[in-house]
């Protein structure tokens, strides 16, 4: 890197401006200011005839500066200088390439033309983040795509490639070559004539009110908790009813809204909470080589593990008990794989390839012996997967990492019954396998450094979210559902119904309310943990037995088509199951408990104050590495909603001080459920937030 991350120099009559600001280029004001200097500079200058502007590294600016939201403004701001680019009187150019977005693109759009490199992708980011493009994208996006297709990217926040972006006019050429040398062409075209160029503010835009009217509609369905997508609308609409001037201001107005909102907040954590949890002490050992994958077990878990890695361009070998097991998990895979073409997230060679010997099945862990990395995702039982675990030891190739998808049992005694611990670890996968993003990377006692960045390597070659955990009855997630389950399960029985608390939650922004979840995740599996813990149940805890009847019952939820709610291809909506309501009814009489009322904000209230208190002692005894870990676990397998950063990012926005007596007045009717996390307690007394824990 330069010292300034903007630099200028001539070839021939062309200015040529580069921007290298690793690792992505993005638009700090450093940057900004150099970019507005530079223009004057070259504009200045008689012997260039064009500008062209170019990104060195991997990409043209990849965006805004996040981490500069939220702090002053300093001038020139991203607006300013692409209006700048746009006035110059020199034609300006922007070769772009890697990821050009947000206002990267908006700095591309200000310029009198747009060359991409083969690979290029380009989109607007900012509706992810909470915000709308605040460099005049809403008005210079449109102008060159209509409407319709600029509301598409701007409310959607997706990248499309250089091909997609030259068929909708977002960009003018593709180019060849390294940057540098691909902007110099594209000047010399600019001089030379072939390659033409305008500015995009000068264009017009033809009215479009159905695509309006249809994205408004759209986004009232989809997303009626977000902030930013109406007012993305709002914005582009502007573009055809308002000259760019106006528009721009209009958009500027909008963007600061946005910007201020909470919901931008908690998106940017969000953001960052991705990228926080791969800071792991184990960072700097290097990662085995994992190309062959074992997986024992062809139940859901096992068939789902086994398909994000064959997505993943691993191959697969599944081990299950008998041929039929084989044969039921295989055709699971293949169904999922089937799925995933046609949602455009496998292609038609890979599948061949998967056909063709990169998926193998068999009935002993004997075929495991050249794989590199084996997981199990047998029966949730100790004694099933120690059987397992001592028949891998012998197995396995020396070096192979011994993985278990354990969701609750102790990983330190699943090693321990191995003659090699330090290859042993947890890689806990949430159902759908190769759907969800988390992957709880539980390290036990002896784990070796290099296995655990392999369960990271392994990760983000898998898409996923990869948070070290340490080992506990439920590790991080888990953990902290199987308490704040009990504050849904309290609701119930002094008085809410199960779909009072859903309705509750899922209008503070949950896909899905727990009992929704709880239905679809089969009830018989937390009632197979309550059954195992029944005999170290404290004496002093609250039990609400109704779930346990509902499953004595045979009533599992979704897959036996009775559960909190019914099922089935004749049923519409969500109706409650009236036997689950009698249960219910039930043990509030047998406990002697009049129901009363609960407003929605108090089910919400009381359920989450119930996650952050089991939140801040994982982070206390150190089963999380940090708060911001926990919020990566909550938001990337638990649904909780992204526009809310997660439970300890809102716990923050609550105020330590104020949760501690919320938990305080809750005490009062349950002392033993409603204790004070000491971590809490220290924070509210120091006048601390979660976030001034996360290094
Ligand atoms: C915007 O532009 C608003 C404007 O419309 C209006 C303004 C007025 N800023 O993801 P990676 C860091 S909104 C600061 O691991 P990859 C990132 O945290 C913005 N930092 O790499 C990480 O740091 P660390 C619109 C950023 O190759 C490191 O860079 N733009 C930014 O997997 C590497 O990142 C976006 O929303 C940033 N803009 O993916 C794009 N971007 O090493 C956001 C990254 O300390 N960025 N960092 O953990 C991305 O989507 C991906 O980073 C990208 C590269 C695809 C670019």
């Known amino acids: 890197m330069s010292e300034t991350p903007v630099t200028t120099e001539r070839v021939g009559r062309i200015g040529l401006v580069a921007i290298d600001n690793p690792p992505v280029n993005a638009a700090s004001h450093a940057v900004r200011a150099g970019i507005a200097s530079a223009i004057d500079a070259l504009a200045a200058d008689d012997g260039v005839d064009a500008i062209a502007l170019y990104g060195v590294g991997r990409t043209f600016i990849a965006g805004a500066d996040i981490r500069e939201f939220g702090k002053p403004p300093q001038s020139p701001g991203l607006t300013q200088v692409c209006s700048h680019i746009e006035a110059c009187a020199k034609p300006v150019v922007a070769l772009i390439h890697g990821t050009t977005l947000g206002g990267g693109l908006e700095i591309a759009l200000g310029c009198h033309a747009r060359v991409a490199l083969p690979g290029t992708q380009v989109g607007f980011p900012e509706v992810t983040l909470g915000l709308i493009p605040g460099a005049g994208g809403t008005q210079r996006a449109p102008r060159l795509t209509g409407i319709k297709a600029a509301l598409d990217l701007i409310t959607s926040g997706k990248r499309i490639d250089a091909d997609a972006a030259l068929t909708l006019g977002l960009i003018d050429r593709l180019g060849e070559g390294p940057p540098r040398e691909a902007a110099i062409k594209a000047g010399e075209d600019i001089v030379s004539g072939a390659l033409p160029h305008r500015r995009t503010g000068e264009l017009g835009v033809a009215p479009d009110e159905a695509a309006l009217d249809a994205k408004t509609a759209e986004i ?5 908790n977000l902030f930013a997508p109406v007012r993305c609308v709002e914005a582009v609409a502007a573009s055809a009813r308002l000259p760019i001037a106006d528009g721009i201001a209009l958009e500027r107005t909008l963007f600061e809204a946005c910007l201020e909102s909470p919901q931008r907040a908690g998106l940017v954590h969000a953001f960052f909470a991705e990228r926080a949890v791969a800071k792991i002490p184990e960072a700097s050992a290097t990662p085995r080589p994992v190309e062959r994958i074992g997986v024992i077990g062809g139940g859901t878990m096992g068939s789902g593990i086994a398909t994000a890695f064959l997505l993943a361009g691993y191959s697969v070998t599944m081990v299950e008990r008998d041929a039929d097991g084989l044969a039921r998990g295989q055709a ?10 046609k949602r455009g997230k496998l292609s038609e060679a890979r599948l061949a390839d998967i056909n063709a010997g990169a998926f193998s099945g068999a009935t002993t862990v004997d075929a495991l012996a050249e794989a590199d990395l084996i997981i199990e995702a047998a029966f949730e039982d100790m004694a099933v997967k120690q059987d397992l675990f001592s028949q891998l030891d012998k ?6 990492i011994l993985a278990t998808n354990t969701s609750y049992l102790d990983v330190d005694a699943i090693a321990a019954i191995t003659s090699r611990p330090a ?21 036990a006692d002896k784990t070796a450094a290099d296995v655990v960045a392999t369960g990271f390597a392994v990760a983000r070659k898998l898409g996923k979210v990869a948070v070290r955990a340490g080992v506990c009855e439920g590790f991080i997630g888990n953990r902290i559902l199987s308490h704040y389950r009990k504050a849904a399960e309290y609701l119930v029985m002094d008085g809410a119904s199960p779909a009072e608390v859903d309705r509750a939650l899922e209008d503070f922004g949950f896909a899905m309310g727990p009992h929704a979840v709880f239905d679809l995740a089969g009830l018989d599996i937390a009632w197979a943990a309550r059954k195992r813990l029944a005999a170290t149940r404290p004496a002093e805890e609250r039990y609400a037995a109704y779930a346990d009847k509902l499953c004595e019952a045979g009533q599992f939820g979704r897959k036996t088509g009775r559960g909190f709610y019914l099922y089935g291809e004749d049923v519409d909506g969500r109706p409650q199951n009236p036997e689950a309501l009698a249960f219910i009814e039930a043990e509030r009489e047998k406990a002697g408990i009049t129901p009363r009322t609960f407003s929605a904000e ?4 009381r359920y989450l104050t119930a996650m952050i208190a089991e939140a801040a002692r994982v982070v206390e005894d150190g089963t ?5 870990d926990v919020d990566a676990v ?8 992204r526009f809310r950063g997660g439970p300890l990012f809102l716990a923050d926005t609550i105020g330590a001080a104020r949760l501690v007596r919320r938990m305080e007045d809750y005490a009062q009717e349950d002392p033993f459920y409603w204790q004070v996390p000491p971590l809490l307690r220290t924070l509210a007394e120091e006048d601390r937030t979660f976030a001034s824990l996360n290094g």
């Open 395 to 400: 197995a396995a190739k020396k070096g192979a």
């Open 602 to 605: 108090e089910i919400v209230q």
């Open 220 to 224: 009232a369905r989809k997303q009626p």
């Open 423 to 443: 290859d042993v670890i947890g890689l806990h996968f949430f159902s759908p396998a190769h759907v969800m993003r988390l992957l709880e990377v539980v390290v």
């Open 634 to 641: 909550l938001l990337f397998g638990y649904g909780f909603p």
């Open 332 to 341: 699971t895979v293949e169904k999922n794989l089937a799925g995933a073409v």
């Open 624 to 628: 999380a590495l940090r708060p911001i």
